[in-house]
């Protein structure tokens, strides 16, 4: 079965940096899209970021842009998002997702993704 497997989170001070790592196994990782998706409390959940299944595009949220980079490592079958200058309003629980298909084109609409983890909380402090 599909499992989607977040590690990473913590509890930072603004300015600092984290690496978040989803771990994926039970489907060939290596041919989907992955996304980043973050909810603070209270709020909707919103994109954050998105590469593509060979790791050669993605996409990213303006509000994340220049301060945070995924990528992949499909022998390892792991996404990352690398979080630099952390503010106080990245705090969340982030969450990775994969596409619902196959090689699919790189989308910041969580309804295009069919599996997700079960989070990991990221709190930044001011």
């Known amino acids: 079965q599909v499992q989607l497997v977040e590690s990473g989170g913590g509890l930072v001070q603004a300015g600092n940096s984290l690496r978040l790592s989803c771990a994926a196994s039970?489907?060939?990782?290596?041919?989907?899209?992955m996304g980043w998706f973050r909810q603070a409390p209270g709020k909707a959940r919103e994109f954050v970021a998105t590469?593509?299944?060979?790791?050669?595009?993605?996409v990213y949220a303006d509000s994340v842009k220049g301060r945070f980079t995924i990528s992949r490592d499909n022998a390892k079958n792991t996404v990352y998002l690398h979080m630099n200058s952390l503010k106080p309003e990245d705090t969340a629980v982030y969450y990775c997702?994969?596409?619902?298909?196959?090689?699919?084109?790189?989308?910041?609409?969580?309804?295009?993704?069919?599996?997700w983890g079960q989070g990991t909380q990221v709190t930044v402090s001011s």
């Open positions: 590469i593509s299944w060979s790791g050669g595009n993605s």
């Open positions: 039970g489907f060939t990782f290596s041919s989907y899209t």
């Open positions: 997702a994969r596409s619902k298909r196959s090689y699919s084109i790189m989308s910041r609409v969580a309804y295009d993704y069919d599996y």
